[in-house]
Structure formats: C-alpha cells, structure tokens
C-alpha cells in the first residue's frame, strides 16, 4: 500500500498563492505518475495536474495553465503544486494521487492511489 499525505492547504486572498506538498510512503515503486485533482461542493472531482517520475512530462488543466505548477522531489517522494494568481473558483478540495505507471493521465479512474484531501479557499 502507498499511503499519501497533503498538506499546504488553506485560506487565501484572490490573486494570492499557496504551494501544496504531497508525501509518499509505504510501499515504493519505481516507475509512477503522481497527479493533483480538485472537488468543489456540487461538482465533479476536475483534473489540475500531473507529472510523470522523472518530471520531464506535465499536464495540466485549462483552467489553472499558466497559474499552477507541478513539481516533484524523488528523493523525498514528494510532490508539490504551486499555486499563483489564485481566483476563488480554485476553491476547492485538492487530492493528491498516485498511479503505477510512467503513463502520465488526466483521468482521475486512472489513478491506483488517493490522499484525504486539503481544502483551498480562495476569497474575493
């Protein structure tokens, strides 16, 4: 099993930032892709960002291009998202996840492991 742990959450003013940390531990395996995905109440859990294990691929979501960045840290196993120029549609429950494959994914039903989650909120 691979455990995930968020962190980094919180509230904030628009056009603010925060960075969201994500620790692995458990089981460890070498070829992986770890993925960030958000849940506003009322809506579908909406993809934000992946990379890949080596960091040379990342995706992201529309909405947050040019705002977000994905990072990540092997040696601690640990990724990040940094969070810029944040509007209060960012507000929402931020996932970490982790899935065993170097095949990056924007689906979240691609995703093998799942953290609980830490809220953003973004006043205006």
């Known amino acids: 099993q691979v455990q995930l742990v968020e962190s980094g959450g919180g509230l904030v003013q628009a056009g603010g930032s925060l960075r969201l940390s994500c620790a692995a531990s458990?089981?460890?395996?070498?070829?992986?892709?770890m993925g960030w995905f958000r849940q506003a109440p009322g809506k579908e859990r909406e993809f934000v960002a992946a990379?890949?294990?080596?960091?040379?691929?990342?995706y992201y979501g529309d909405s947050v291009k040019g705002r977000f960045t994905i990072s990540g840290d092997n040696a601690e196993n640990t990724v990040y998202l940094q969070m810029n120029s944040l509007k209060p549609e960012d507000t929402a429950v931020y996932y970490c996840?982790?899935?065993?494959?170097?095949?990056?994914?924007?689906?979240?039903?691609?995703?093998?492991?799942w953290g609980q989650g830490t809220q953003v909120t973004v006043s205006s």
């Open positions: 990379i890949s294990r080596g960091g040379d691929i990342t």
């Open positions: 996840s982790a899935r065993r494959t170097v095949i990056v994914s924007m689906r979240s039903v691609d995703y093998d492991y």
């Open positions: 458990g089981r460890t395996f070498s070829n992986y892709c």
